[in-house]
């Protein structure tokens, strides 16, 4: 006999959108670090126009770009 692998889908939890909690600055601080890392260059982010979408979701656009920093 197959198993039953349905999953009820908790829809409270869909609708609380967590982005909203974490602050943009954060965000591109994370983008930046992360980027950074896998280039090996020093790099900024930026991130504007943010829309947070009803499940959980987030669109925005995001702007990286070499930062000049004269001590790397």
């Known amino acids: ?3 039953n692998n349905e999953r009820t889908i908790d829809v409270n939890k869909l609708l609380q959108n967590k982005l909203k ?5 954060d ?3 994370g983008v930046a670090k ?3 890392e896998l280039v090996g260059e020093d790099y900024k982010c930026t991130i ?5 979408t ?4 987030a669109d925005f656009h ?3 770009e070499l930062s000049y ?3 790397s």
């Open 48 to 52: 504007g126009d943010v829309k947070y």
């Open 34 to 36: 992360t980027v950074s």
């Open 62 to 64: 995001i702007k990286i």
């Open 21 to 25: 909690a974490v602050s943009i600055a």
């Open 1 to 3: 006999m197959a198993e």
């Open 69 to 71: 920093n004269p001590e």
């Open 54 to 57: 009803m499940f959980s979701g």
């Open 27 to 29: 965000i591109e601080a």
